[in-house]
């Protein structure tokens, strides 16, 4: 199978062919700059490489003139929106063996990629087979995708500084921005990885079975105490216990948690003997704690106890670089799931996406790529498969407040308007206070 290098910043546009050329049988990599794909060819061997003229870091005629310099059998077929003879002729003139305009005719694609090989090697056949479906995978290191905004860079540093350590972290972030992906990616990348992970609902644990839930309990301790019972905490015993929404805990329940941490022994219910433990703790909260901790609701000594180092989980909005990178990412999940071969998404389907403000973030994307992909019967995701309220434009009155426009200036005057009552700036944003805090603390307002 012919390995190809594609050189393409256009992230969606590149994904968009890598899908392609995988479909008609051929082994891709992609690099999104000069810097990247010179890597890529010291590390793999590649029967040719596709660039774009023009790249962020470097001239795509400069960039092939290097590559032919070192690798002469490798043929080079050149990209551009801006063809003109002048350009073809230069090009080839610098070693191109050939040269394509955007947008593409994917027959001539192949053709172009086919006489390229078929020109450089003539014994070699290029043989059509069968796609073979990639098996789905549930190896949480491959669920952490690295995005390439600001956001997403500040996030990886953050978690490649605390990982390798044993402090307690706390994730900060709006619902469905995938904090329990992010506490996975921190203790993967531990000395942990290799003892178990324990991810527990705080929310979904009604406060009188909190402490039969963490730390277990004995048979005949209480009624409907059955079986003897090993708690999250005994379970995580030299790994990694990961409490989501931990700010939904009662105030007798973040007592007990507390003791826990701090004397690393729990005692289950109903037994009189202290059992050791050594885990590392993570916590995740799409509300403000610390003003829970002003209002007495979340107690300051288990707050600092838990947040030694805190990470902010960026909402799809503050990654927009990101959009299509994800979107890719949850396609090819979803192939897998429905056993489908859908390759990408059409530019109108792109356009909307990058319009739209993902209110339920990367849950929220996942979703609609996934029914997409299930109701497509196409090569590409188009825009008649994508639910309403994708079509749905919100209309303000003049005494409406909106977020869509200028977010900031929104909420400054919101806040303004509600004499700096956050719970009436929220009703006047029509979001919640809990959202409300986030976005005060993203913007440094105070």
Known sequence: MPKILIIEDDISFCKLLEKFLTKNTYAVTASYSAAEAKIALTKDKYDLVLTDLR??????????????????????????????????????????????????????????????????????????????????????TEEFVQGISKASITLLQHIKLVSPTDMSVLIIGESGTGKEIIAKSIHQQSLRKDNNFIAVDCGAIPKELAASEFFGHLKGSFTGAISDKIGYFEAANGGTIFLDEIGNLSYENQIQLLRALQERKIKPVGSNKEIKVDIRILTATNEDLREAVKNGDFREDLYHRINEFSIHSPALSERGEDLMVFAEFFLEKANNQLNKEVIGFSPEVVSIFQKYPWPGNLRELQNCVKRATLLTQTDFIESNVLPAEFFQRAVTTAGEFSLSVNEKEAIVNALAKAQNNKSEAAKLLNITRKTLYNKIKLYELN
């Open 55 to 140: 790249l962020p870091d470097d001239d795509g005629i400069k960039l092939m003139g290097e590559i032919k310099a070192l690798y002469p059998q490798i043929p080079v077929i050149l990209m551009t929106g801006y063809s003109d003879v002048n350009t073809a002729v230069k090009a080839i003139k610098n070693g191109a063996s050939d040269y394509i305009s955007k947008p593409f005719n994917p027959d001539e694609v192949l053709i172009v990629i086919a006489n390229a090989l078929e020109n450089n090697v003539p014994e070699q056949k290029i043989e059509k087979k069968e796609k073979k479906v990639k098996p789905s995978t549930n190896d949480d």
